[in-house]
């Protein structure tokens, strides 16, 4: 019998819920046994209990955090070169792992802020997405998905922030937003 | 030192990512060793994986069942009294988990759903929300939020279809759907 075809899962938009649910998902397909990688392209919006929590995963998660952290974007400066260098490093890497044939599920968090911010070219995305194999899922996070990362996506969905605590003043919260 | 306040948070909206969030975050706060309640209003939409994935998160978390499984709204039809018993029930029941000192953090998945087909009094859900000890946080999901629970939440985000794949023809795929 045919394997299932392997998705293309986007979640992107400016609310919460992008990285947690692609943490959710991974949760889910390691109830089924699964193999998971994450691979983390903007280190910025880490902390301690995802760290941790990753752990509880055991041996069917794995996590590398490639990226070199939040990079800035005001005016019109370009990305600096380090930036870049990571984040290109960071799509290799995912296209190795990918292709290892060790994982049902791979995860490039943020990756398409990377994108976004032009650390990455949206060609070389779409080309690692064309690479992957048949039975293969893929998640992309990020705000900013682009018309063509959606078009060739199976299932996109928009986070959109409706209302944030930090409007009513009230500062992250440990647990829940870190 | 004042405890930080516990949080009301709401993942609403047409498309996937809701309850996964509220996985997510159940996963994240379990890596601060927080204990986590999960009740679940509405049956139909959970899946071996799911219920897998959450023994693995180990002692700190707790999931309960107490929902009739999907209640089919077509026409105008008034939800049966069966039904509208259990939803009760499980508020009922929240209620005393989270007024028992146990938990960090209580999840009400699908409970929205119960509210916006009447299964469930909106007013309630409010009475529910008053009663949240300071420093509890509680998530909600479902479609379908109220402009009196979005008034009442601290974060609001929406999750939005912008394309499910579905519309191409691809069913429902294990670990990543259920």
């Known amino acids: 019998m045919k394997k299932n075809k392997g998705m293309i ?31 983390q392209f903007i280190k910025g919006d880490w902390h301690y209990g995802e760290i941790e929590s990753i752990r509880l995963l055991g041996s069917n998660m794995e996590l590398y955090r490639m990226g070199k952290g939040f ?3 005001m005016g019109d400066d370009q990305p600096e070169e380090e930036h870049r260098k990571a984040a290109e490093n960071a799509l290799e890497f995912a296209r190795k792992k990918m292709l290892s044939g060790q994982y049902q ?4 968090d943020e990756v398409l802020v990377s994108v976004h911010v032009k650390m990455l070219e ?3 995305l779409i080309d690692f997405l064309k690479d992957k194999p048949h039975a293969v899922h ?15 996506a199976d299932l996109v969905t928009e986070m959109k922030e409706i209302k944030h605590p930090f409007q009513k003043g009230i500062p992250a919260v440990k647990g829940i937003d870190f």
């Open 105 to 108: 599920l791979i995860i490039l």
């Open 71 to 73: 990079y800035h974007i």
């Open 9 to 39: 899962l986007v979640y992107t938009g400016n609310g919460k819920g992008k990285t947690t649910s692609a943490l959710g998902t991974a949760l889910r397909s390691i109830g089924y046994d699964w193999k998971v990688c994450m691979i």
């Open 122 to 124: 949206e060609e070389a």
């Open 138 to 152: 893929v998640i992309l996070t990020g705000r900013g998905a682009s018309e063509r990362i959606i078009e060739y």
